[in-house]
């Protein structure tokens, strides 16, 4: 099956801190999303990537930015972490076409934010 | 921006009874929806696609998808407790180079 493997899984910052969250797959898909999930929210956008060099923002892009610097990474960064990005963050990646739909997620990092 | 929305909430199913979700997209350019599971304090992951008009069945799951309302429901038929989790309905709008828009999921507790 799909690799997908995140890091740190779980991690505790400061207020203002920096954090930066990372993903790799194995799976050569082109596409790699960040998700955040809390209570009540489902699974919301963060950034997505089609390939190395490329980031999109999603629906919730604000506090965050993206880094891809190549096929199998892609990475989540917290300039100024706030309370309130307190979360679960899923990675994942998909395929294209039809496929676009099937995407493979990676265990999560929980993130507190004090 | 894309909203799906999932109903309901939460659902108490007993062993061997149906469960039946519900999700509407509020995009008309939606044209695949998923569903994905997800078991507690695990990733989710995808449990079945619908992309036509009509019925899909797979084992005990079933999906259903009417287009023209944009809505799409699964169905868990001979519910187990293993069958206990977060159903995430999933719809992508825009074509191919869209990302998925999920719904806040349904919360299922099958009861032995």
């Keep these: 099956e799909a690799a997908v493997t995140?890091?740190?899984?779980?991690?505790?910052?400061?207020?203002?801190g920096k954090v930066t969250l990372s993903c790799n797959q194995t799976?050569?898909?082109?596409n790699m999303y960040w998700y955040r999930q809390d209570t009540g929210h489902g699974l919301r956008l963060i950034h997505y990537s089609y390939g190395a060099g490329s980031t999109e923002k999603g629906d919730i892009p604000d506090g965050y930015k993206a880094s891809r610097p190549s096929q199998e990474n892609f990475s989540l960064i917290l300039e100024l972490a706030t309370p309130s990005q307190t979360s679960?963050?899923?990675?994942?990646?998909?395929?294209?076409?039809?496929?676009?739909?099937?995407?493979?997620?990676?265990e999560g990092s929980k993130l507190t934010v004090l | 921006?894309?909203?799906?929305?999932?109903?309901?909430?939460?659902?108490?199913?007993?062993e061997g009874g149906m469960a039946s979700l519900n999700c509407t997209s509020s995009d008309r350019n939606v044209d695949y929806f998923w569903w994905y599971r997800q078991h507690s304090g695990k990733s989710p992951k995808m449990l079945m696609s619908i992309f036509s008009n009509g019925e899909k069945e797979e084992g005990r799951f079933t999906v259903h998808l009417n287009k023209a309302s944009l809505h799409t429901s699964l169905h868990i038929r001979d519910s187990q407790p293993s069958d206990s989790a977060l159903y995430l309905c999933a719809a992508r709008g825009g074509g191919f180079a869209s990302a998925l828009t999920f719904g806040s999921g349904t919360k299922v507790i099958v009861l032995p």
């Design chain 1, 6 to 16: 995140q890091s740190p899984r779980n991690k505790v910052a400061v207020t203002g």
């Design chain 1, 27 to 30: 799976n050569n898909h082109n």
């Design chain 2, 1 to 14: 921006q894309q909203k799906v929305q999932q109903s309901p909430e939460s659902l108490i199913v007993p």
């Design chain 1, 88 to 106: 679960v963050y899923f990675c994942a990646s998909g395929g294209t076409g039809e496929n676009t739909g099937q995407l493979y997620f990676g």
